[in-house]
């Protein structure tokens, strides 16, 4: 019996790809709100964001034991952030819907009469948008267990990497209308937040190989094996290097880039996740 | 509260706080601590709450083996409690054990990941060492767990209710574990934790285990 109790590294394997996906949804969700806000895109845009911030819910709801229970992670706000990250969640999708409401005819009862009314709906969906995008590097940062999470920088990549897969998305859709001047500056901020989304993970890693066993271990799994291929060719390389590339020099494949921001997004963050190394057992 | 039929009141104005001593020149790695942790507490199939950590230090003909018991720390600021966005990981405040209330816990296992020692376990199933059909010992005993809910050890809250050791530290035949009340300081692992090296595990995360390895 005693064989199977070592004191090896060992990763965590409690949040895998469905854990994944809800950030995912989640950081997309936000960061589309954001954009769309910035662009003045048209209201069926902010809906798609409302409905993907939804989807990330109902992900890590069927993640849980207990979804029935899920209620329950309303109680603590003022010390979990996955309590407040429940709260900007339900924030952001129903003021999410009311901003969007006076562009639809089936939600027209819910807009609001004033402009000012609107305004204020509005700015408490985008700063609810920015939390959602952030808290899930707070709730990660928040393992002093693992410290290659246990960084007040992990939120900003987050919201950072949120933000470029939204504009992975926009351009997955630019064909379906959206207005050409517009796309050039969703293109420009795709360019600025690709190449920001790489020197600060450069910087992440950098940082984390020197913070201990822990973190260094979980570089090497990022730079090794099969976790080590996924984050190289999958995140690097298909999802950023590679759309980085077409933006630049293909911008008529601009939909194909964004398909491959939307994978590597995805992939990102179930390689953040799985390199979730603990701190080792005070004999190591 | 007691321990070993003795009143336990508050000393100096604090409440108990429970901790546990282990000697790591007593501890043999002979494993009966878990056993006697599984038996008394009936855990899932493969969750050990208490297990002893082996490793080979050396070289021959100078190889050895150390052992090191872990369990869960009871830590004074646990961090596996704030992150619990339910309330279901708390503190009890009349004898600082950390605790899980099954009935909240939602099973989002975010105590599971922030816990540096990974003393904490869910369940999958209800599955026993035989499959579905659950032998009568497991029967009876898994009743009390709800599959996908976080557990944990306890310190055997139930035996202190009624004056008795934790099983592990009643079982061991080495007296390696020493549990006692570590804000009173006549108790025994107060004096031991004073008088010998020590060393908690992982104290620079700011955890303030309540479990003093003794050196």
């Known amino acids: ?284 | 509260m007691a321990v070993n039929g003795k009143a336990v009141a508050s000393h100096n104005g604090k409440v108990p706080r429970w901790g546990m001593a282990i000697d790591l020149k007593r501890c043999v790695g002979c494993q009966s601590c878990t056993l006697a942790c599984k038996a008394e507490n009936g855990t899932p199939r493969e969750i050990f709450w208490m297990r002893v950590l082996e490793q080979e230090e050396g070289t021959y003909p100078q190889a050895r083996k150390v052992f090191l018991p872990i369990r869960c720390n009871h830590c004074a600021e646990p961090p596996c409690v704030p992150v619990c966005p339910t309330g279901a990981s708390y503190k009890r405040s009349r004898d600082n054990l950390v605790l899980i209330n099954q009935d909240k816990c939602i099973g989002c296992r975010a105590c599971i990941v922030a816990c540096p020692y990974q003393v904490r376990f869910i369940p999958e199933d209800t599955k026993g060492y035989y499959g579905e059909e659950l032998t009568p010992y497991e029967a009876k005993r898994y009743q009390k767990w709800q599959p996908r809910t976080v557990q944990k050890c306890t310190f055997c809250e139930h035996r202190l209710e009624t004056g008795d050791q934790p099983a592990c530290v009643q079982t061991c035949p080495t007296r390696a574990l020493v549990f006692g009340d570590l804000n009173d300081p006549e108790s025994e692992i107060t004096k031991l934790v004073r008088a010998r090296h020590h060393f908690q595990p992982r104290a620079e995360l700011g955890t303030d285990p309540s479990l003093y390895y003794l050196t």
């Not at chain 1, 960084?151 to 997955?172: K, N, R």
């Not at chain 1, 194909?256 to 990102?268: D, Q, S, V």
């Open chain 1, 1 to 284: 019996m005693a064989h199977e109790f070592n004191t090896e590294l060992v990763a965590q394997e409690e949040w895998g790809w469905l854990l994944a996906l809800d950030l995912f949804f989640g950081g997309m969700g936000g960061g589309l709100f954001l954009l769309s806000l910035s662009f003045n895109l048209p209201a069926s845009v902010a809906v798609v964001s409302v409905l993907f911030v939804a989807l990330g819910a109902v992900v890590l709801m069927i993640e849980l034991g207990h979804p029935l229970r899920a209620w329950r992670a309303l109680c603590k706000p003022f010390s979990s952030w996955i309590s407040r990250g429940v709260f900007c969640v339900t924030l952001f999708v129903v003021f999410g819907i009311l901003y969007s409401a006076p562009g639809f005819d089936a939600l027209s009862w819910l807009a609001p009469d004033s402009d000012s009314v609107r305004r204020t709906i509005g700015v408490i969906a985008a700063v609810s948008a920015l939390l959602v995008m952030l808290y899930p590097g707070f709730v990660l940062a928040a393992s002093p267990s693992i410290p290659f999470w246990n960084s007040s920088f992990l939120p900003l990549i987050f919201a950072f990497h949120s933000l470029m897969v939204a504009s992975g998305f926009l351009f997955l859709i630019a064909s379906w209308g959206l207005d050409s001047a517009k796309l050039a500056g969703i293109s420009f901020l795709g360019v600025i937040l690709i190449v920001a989304n790489l020197v600060m993970g450069a910087m992440y890693l950098g940082n984390a190989k020197g913070s201990g066993l822990a973190g260094k271990e979980a570089v090497r799994r990022l730079n090794a094996g099969s976790l080590g291929r996924t984050f190289q060719l999958g995140v690097v390389l298909l999802g950023m290097i590679a759309p980085l590339l077409i933006i630049v020099w293909v911008p008529s494949v601009v939909a194909l880039a964004g398909l491959f921001i939307l994978i590597g997004g995805l992939l990102f963050r179930y390689c953040v996740l799985k390199a979730g190394v603990y701190v080792p057992f005070p004999l190591t």
